[in-house]
């Protein structure tokens, strides 16, 4: 099992990014998917969920309108498209898979994000 995020970078606040999580080793459509961020000095927290049956998504309260959680099943790929970009989302962002009823549970590496003028 892998989870390889790219995408990251340096924007201005305002700006935008996408973050993508290619998967191997399983398929994204059979377990929960996720985007964490971390920023220095302050614990992982969840931004972002899509589900296996139905594609249903959430997303935290800080990003909510700005954030969009998607997947590309036929590139076994998850998307995190950021607008809005606002300084305090930068972070370390990381890929989750992890089934909801089991002990399986992986991450990526993570990318860096940094918002700053």
């Known amino acids: 099992v892998q989870l390889v995020e790219s995408g990251g970078g340096l924007v201005q606040p305002g700006g935008s990014l996408e973050l993508s999580c290619a998967a191997s080793?399983?398929?994204?459509?059979?377990?929960?998917m996720s985007w964490y961020r971390q920023a220095p000095g302050k614990e992982r927290e969840l931004v972002a969920g899509?589900?296996?049956?139905?594609?249903?998504?959430n997303y935290a309260d800080s990003v909510k309108g700005r954030f969009t959680i998607s997947r590309d099943n036929t590139k076994n790929t998850v998307y995190l498209q950021m607008n809005s970009l606002k300084p305090e989302d930068t972070a370390v962002y990381y890929c989750?898979?992890?089934?909801?009823?089991?002990?399986?549970?992986?991450w990526g590496q993570g990318t860096q994000v940094t918002v700053s003028s």
């Open positions: 899509i589900t296996s049956v139905g594609g249903s998504t």
């Open positions: 080793g399983f398929t994204v459509s059979s377990y929960v």
């Open positions: 989750n898979a992890h089934h909801p009823f089991l002990p399986w549970n992986h």
